[in-house]
């Protein structure tokens, strides 16, 4: 991979397609870096496109929620699951996205301190609900975000990037993944 250690494993980096390269690239231009957790994946292509494509749709694509709505779900969830590399990762996302320092902080260490929507804090408290005690999520969550505007499409995207990021929280606690030092100077 690179000289820096990004994960505790050992774990060569595959020979990479063009448009592969030409993804890094882009992401190199477009944020100063080549997030860790790409090239954590690196190894196998497969995995790596799997991963990019689920979480550009997550992130990225059509949705109600908003990019700092969907970054906000990130934090709690890894803040839930004290994951240092999606911590520093996203809370840099979400200072970036809002323009507030603070908030970020605020993700990381407790957003109920943050001064939320009624319409976030829904959102992000089943958030916490669905990763500490999946098994207790039942109709009346889902009715609680309805009655503060959620779709139920919208009520999906939010289980669909929760469920993400525990997913990316353990590999990445599970390999010691490393954010990039670049994470924690941005937005501040």
């Given at each position: 991979m690179t000289g820096e250690r990004i994960i505790a494993l050992d774990l060569e980096q595959a020979e990479l397609s063009e448009p592969t390269?030409?993804?890094?690239a882009k992401a190199k231009e477009k944020l100063g870096l080549i997030p860790n957790v790409l090239l954590a994946y690196a190894f196998?292509?497969?995995?790596?496109r799997a991963f990019t494509d689920m979480y550009?749709?997550?992130?990225?694509?059509?949705?109600?929620?908003?990019?700092?709505?969907?970054?906000?779900?990130?934090?709690?969830?890894?803040?839930?699951?004290h994951c240092y590399y999606c911590l520093t990762a996203h809370g840099a996302a979400v200072r970036q996205l809002s323009g507030d320092p603070a908030l970020g902080e605020m993700m990381v260490m407790n957003y109920r301190a943050?001064?939320?929507?009624?319409?976030?804090?829904?959102?992000?408290?089943?958030?916490?609900?669905?990763?500490?005690?999946?098994?207790?999520v039942e109709?009346?969550?889902?009715?609680?975000?309805?009655?503060?505007?959620?779709?139920?499409r919208d009520i999906w995207d939010i289980a669909s990037t929760i469920a993400f990021f525990n997913m990316s929280n353990r590999v990445a606690a599970a390999t010691?993944?490393?954010?990039?030092?670049?994470?924690?100077?941005?937005?501040r």
């Open positions: 390269r030409a993804y890094f196998d292509e497969k995995k790596l550009n749709d997550l992130m990225l694509g059509e949705s109600g929620l908003s990019k700092l709505e969907r970054e906000m779900i990130a934090v709690v969830v890894s803040s839930v699951n943050a001064d939320l929507t009624p319409k976030q804090k829904a959102m992000l408290d089943f958030a916490v609900k669905l990763t500490e005690t999946p098994a207790r109709e009346a969550d889902r009715e609680t975000l309805r009655a503060v505007g959620f779709s139920d010691d993944m490393r954010p990039n030092p670049e994470y924690h100077a941005m937005g």
